[in-house]
T-cell receptor, first 116, second 112 residues
Framework: GAVVSQHPSRVICKSGTSVKIECRSL??????MFWYRQFPKQSLMLMAT?????????EQGVEKDKFLINHASLTLSTLTVTSAHPEDSSFYIC????????????FGSGTRLTVV | SQQGEEDPQALSIQEGENATMNCSYK?????LQWYRQNSGRGLVHLIL?????REKHSGRLRVTLDTSKKSSSLLITASRAADTASYFC????????????FGAGTQVVVTP
């Protein structure tokens, strides 16, 4: 089946630094990937849609200069949290659609970001 | 904004019992999907039901969809301790392909 590899799985960074999270589709091409954010014991909130070869589209309330998305190839999308602050600490998950019409979306394993 | 509401928020059952959780949504959808998430992990796709389907089965899972009521249910039969996880419904709306809107989730604990 479709596999999406996401790393790192955990990262701790200092306030003010930037962190890059990678999301790769391993056995399929994904022209579109999605980035979600999840706070503890809460649901997933869509942050942005990553489009290969074009600019990402961001959901309302998500700062595009804060969360930089690059989708330079059909198998790789990256999310960079710039000038991270403790309130950016969260669980970030990417997803892509790689199967047939009866398949849902394949999610990465998530990245736990802690900003100290 | 969050599309769906799920109930119950938490469910505690014993092995062998059935677990039922419900999901309601607000907009017109292409399909509705159910996912499982183990603590601190990514999501695993369980089952997808299209808007023109009313019921679907996959192993011990049974999903129903009532588009007139904008609601869905997930039934896990003969639950196992390994079923302990959070379960989320997600809708794929007709006007926003791929932008899944997730429900709040149901935390299921199955005790041996």
């Amino acid at each position: 089946g479709a596999v999406v590899s996401q790393h790192p799985s955990r990262v701790i960074c200092k306030s003010g630094t930037s962190v890059k999270i990678e999301c790769r589709s391993l056995d399929f091409q994904a022209t579109t990937m999605f980035w979600y954010r999840q706070f503890p014991k809460q649901s997933l909130m869509l942050m942005a849609t990553s489009n290969e070869g074009s600019k990402a589209t961001y959901e309302q309330g998500v700062e595009k200069d804060k969360f930089l998305i690059n989708h330079a190839s059909l198998t790789l999308s990256t999310l960079t949290v710039t000038s991270a602050h403790p309130e950016d600490s969260s669980f970030y998950i990417c997803s892509a659609h790689g199967g047939g019409k009866d398949y849902g979306y394949t999610f990465g394993s998530g990245t736990r970001l802690t900003v100290v | 904004s969050q599309q769906g509401e799920e109930d119950p928020q938490a469910l505690s059952i014993q092995e062998g019992e059935n677990a039922t959780m419900n999901c309601s949504y607000k907009t017109s959808i292409n399909n509705l999907q159910w996912y499982r998430q183990n603590s601190g992990r990514g999501l695993v796709h369980l089952i997808l039901i299209r808007s023109n389907e009313r019921e679907k089965h996959s192993g011990r899972l049974r999903v129903t969809l009532d588009t007139s009521k904008k609601s869905s249910s997930l039934l896990i039969t003969a639950s196992r301790a390994a079923d302990t996880a959070s379960y989320f419904c997600a809708t794929d709306a007709t006007d926003s392909w791929g932008k899944l809107q997730f429900g709040a989730g149901t935390q299921v604990v199955v005790t041996p």
